[in-house]
């Protein structure tokens, strides 16, 4: 076993950090999609591109915390710039967005492109932040993502009970005497840093999908938050784990895309499988509901009838199983045949 550690150190490492990363990701996607932010994530990380490339212009270093500081600068503009479209502006806030994404992505771009054609050789490697490349990072780096990831966790459940009203119940919220304002800006302030430490692993371009798709995912095997926070990260954690295992092993295979394909086939089966709310699930029940409305169609007629049940071929069926009674020459629902229609239509509300 030391033996195995020693030879792997720095894939061990590398996996641990992205394993947080994920789990960090996954816990604040689902407060971001309950809020109806999405995409707040995926606009903020192209927003970073521009603070990368212009820390390393002005810094000449690629030190993890010189580029990451950067690109929180670049972010945090990108949010102030958002709030003030939002606030200001006629603007809708999806507008504004796309506009966020777009222009900042695209200076950003045209910075690289700047950068990389001027001869300098220690511009190689900065397009590892479009789409993440976690095996090429530092141990140094990893401890610093960490340290940040258990930061953010801790804040989000030291201040667990306010965000939850803050979401779902503003109004109130204000009522108890809370800062709507100071618990905006440090939700956004959260989304910021986490965004930052995340785009070395997974990339500025699928950013949104480390954020949102491990919330979709517990979404569909929950409706509690307790469930659907611990569910989220640890979706997080194993395509955090399982992204960065497999392209430390696959030369040229960026860690972004991987673990966005593992998260991305978690959300299929949860949508497909999910116990309640999965489609194959969803299709089984209807199907089922169906052969019941089939079966026990002169039932739930007599059921709309006022109890009468008109002569059929199935009566003596139904006098068994005690659905039915017989009473002056005509047949009635018994208190059985009842409960048992109004089972088979609740299944179809």
Request: aromatic content about 8%; some cysteine; charged content about 15%.
């Amino acid at each position: 076993m030391p033996s195995f550690i020693a030879d792997n150190y720095t894939i061990i490492i590398i996996t641990l950090g992205t394993m947080l990363l994920g789990l960090v990701n996954g816990v604040l996607g689902v407060f971001m999609t309950l809020k109806k932010q999405a995409l707040v994530g995926d606009a903020l990380s192209h927003a970073t591109l521009p603070g990368v490339v212009l820390a390393f212009i002005f810094t000449q270093s690629k030190s993890m915390i010189v580029l990451l500081l950067g690109a929180a600068i670049s972010a945090v503009a990108a949010m102030f710039i958002l709030e003030l479209i939002k606030r200001q502006s006629k603007i809708k806030y999806d507008a504004g967005l796309a506009l966020i994404l777009s222009a900042f992505f695209g200076f950003g771009q045209i910075l690289l492109l700047v950068v990389q054609t001027s001869g300098n050789a220690a511009s190689a490697g900065l397009n590892n932040f479009i789409f993440g490349q976690a095996a090429t990072m530092l141990i140094s780096d990893i401890e610093f993502i960490a340290i940040i990831s258990l930061v953010v966790l801790f804040v989000i459940i030291l201040l667990w009970k306010e965000f939850k009203l803050f979401i779902f119940n503003n109004e109130f919220y204000q009522s108890l005497g809370y800062s709507n304002r100071i618990t905006t800006i440090i939700f956004n302030t959260l989304i910021v840093i986490v965004v930052t430490i995340s785009i070395r692993t997974v990339g500025v371009i699928l950013m949104s999908a480390l954020l949102i798709a491990p919330a979709v995912a517990a979404r569909q095997l929950s409706k509690k938050l307790v469930y659907n926070t611990l569910l989220a990260g640890l979706f997080g954690l194993v395509s955090g784990a399982s992204g960065a295992i497999i392209s430390s092993q696959v030369t040229n295979l960026a860690t972004g895309p991987v673990i966005v394909v593992i998260l991305c086939t978690i959300v299929l089966i949860a949508l497909l499988f999910a116990p309640k709310r999965g489609v194959i699930n969803k299709l089984i029940i209807d199907k089922i509901h169906q052969i019941q409305i089939r079966k026990y169609h002169n039932l739930i007629h007599a059921y709309q009838e006022n109890g009468l049940l008109e002569s059929s071929e199935d009566i003596i069926g139904l006098l068994e199983k005690g659905y039915i009674e017989e009473k002056s020459n005509s047949y009635y629902l018994t208190d059985v045949g009842n409960k048992k229609v109004e089972s088979i239509i609740g299944e179809r509300k």
